[in-house]
Nanobody, 114 residues
Framework: QVQLVESGGGLVQPGGSLRLSCAAS????????MGWYRQAPGNQRELVAQ???????TYADSVKGRFTISRDNAKNTVYLEMNNLKPEDTAVYYC????????WGQGTQVTVSA
């Protein structure tokens, strides 16, 4: 059974940093477009960052210059480095793998609060 498992979320003060990880099992991520999405209470799920199979990256305007998405195909893992976090970054963050099928992780909570 395909699984995407996110980790690295938590509580951080404004201006702080977190690194999220998304580890996959039963699929090889090298062919997949990988994305990090987030959903805050009352809001729709939104795309935060995406990385193609050849490591072309795109970012939401709200996180450009602060977040960095990367992939390590040897470890079958995708990362989201988040710096200078703001309270409005508070959300559940989900990992997505898109190729012939689309797979989602269970999400990890990120809370930015003083």
């Amino acid at each position: 059974q395909v699984q995407l498992v996110e980790s690295g979320g938590g509580l951080v003060q404004p201006g702080g940093s977190l690194r999220l990880s998304c580890a996959a099992s039963e699929i090889a991520l090298n062919n997949y477009v990988m994305g990090w999405y987030r959903q805050a209470p009352g809001n729709q799920r939104e795309l935060v960052a995406q990385i193609s199979s050849i490591s072309i990256t795109t970012y939401a305007d709200s996180v450009k210059g602060r977040f960095t998405i990367s992939r390590d195909n040897a470890k079958n893992t995708v990362y989201l480095e988040m710096n200078n976090l703001k309270p409005e970054d508070t959300a559940v963050y989900y990992c997505n793998a898109q190729y012939q099928y689309s797979y989602w992780g269970q999400g990890t909570q990120v809370t930015v609060s003083a």
